[in-house]
């Protein structure tokens, strides 16, 4: 059984920064890609960024280019999501994901492996 926990979600005002970090029991850690998927209230689950097993590859949403940042210490089983200059829009519970293959992806069919989330709200 995988276990992944998110942490460093809160409360924070528009344009500010939030990092985000999931820890993972999964050995080996580095044979997947993993990602950052979320949720806001009465909307469907949203792919944010995800990460190749390497960390030489990654994919992010359009909402969130060049303000999000995903990463991954593979030495600590841990991935991070580094967020700037956050918006109202942002608002949602974050959720950490491991993909079943190497390679980044935005299609949430196929992460097997989902954390409890972790609740970011961003207000004017």
């Known amino acids: 059984q995988v276990h992944l926990v998110e942490s460093g979600g809160g409360l924070v005002q528009t344009g500010g920064s939030l990092r985000l970090s999931c820890a993972t029991s999964d050995r080996p850690f580095n044979d997947y890609a993993m990602g950052w998927f979320r949720q806001a209230p009465g909307q469907g689950r949203e792919f944010v960024a995800a990460?190749?097993?390497?960390?030489?590859?990654?994919r992010y949403a359009d909402s969130v280019k060049d303000r999000f940042t995903i990463s991954r210490g593979n030495a600590r089983n841990t991935i991070y999501l580094q967020m700037n200059d956050l918006t109202l829009e942002d608002t949602a519970i974050y959720y950490c994901?491991?993909?079943?293959?190497?390679?980044?992806?935005?299609?949430?069919?196929?992460?097997?492996?989902w954390g409890q989330g972790t609740q970011v709200t961003v207000s004017s």
């Open positions: 994901c491991r993909r079943t293959g190497a390679r980044a992806g935005y299609d949430v069919a196929s992460y097997d492996y």
């Open positions: 990460i190749s097993f390497d960390g030489a590859s990654t």
